[in-house]
């Protein structure tokens, strides 16, 4: 006789290839990708990173905990491993953005996480962009890159422009 809820069987190894099971947020699962790299460390070996991949995406949140289960292949290890150590794990999201750092002053109508820039023309007159927000900090706004045509944005004095407005550059 077992109990509701209680396992049956519990299945260990001892074998070479190793999977680690982690919990991620419905923010986190969206970015992730099988075959992006992981590293993980654990407390039974303090220092260590372990190499891995993903390997699989749970497609649906765990009841109890409301997270998405992500499945990580280890790279084959020379350490004794015991099913049930505590790890953490960072995760390499293969195509993420480069991220850039701008100056808060150089933000205008900004609103969540979309905000504007003036960005410089060839001419010297101003031009208003769209630029998507990731974070903000003591020193600047994080925003996503910039598209190509882009090479210098207004730093001083942005909240006084108006789109083709002239403006000197000063280095």
């Known amino acids: 006789m077992i109990a509701p809820g209680y396992p049956v069987f519990l299945f260990g190894a001892t074998g070479k290839n190793w999977r680690i099971r982690a919990g991620v947020s419905d923010r986190d699962v969206v970015k992730i990708k099988p075959g992006d790299s992981v590293s993980v460390t654990m407390d ?33 290890v020379k350490k004794r491993l015991v099913s049930g150590f505590v790890a953490s794990v960072r995760i390499f999201l293969s195509d993420e953005d480069p991220l850039v750092m701008i100056p808060i002053e150089s933000l205008v109508d900004a609103e969540g996480k979309t905000g504007y820039v003036y960005a410089i023309t060839g001419n010297n007159t101003v031009e208003k962009s769209r630029v998507e927000i990731v974070s903000l900090t003591d020193s600047g706004a994080i925003i996503r890159p910039l598209p190509e045509d882009i090479r210098q944005i207004v730093t001083e004095g942005a909240t006084y422009l108006i789109n083709g407005d002239t403006v000197n550059v000063i280095r």
Request: aromatic letters at 10%; proline letters at 12%; glycine letters at 12%.
């Open 44 to 76: 039974a070996y303090p220092g260590q990173n372990f190499p891995g991949t993903v390997n699989q995406l749970g497609e649906m949140a765990n009841p109890s905990t409301g997270t998405y289960e992500v499945e990580i292949l280890l790279n084959p």
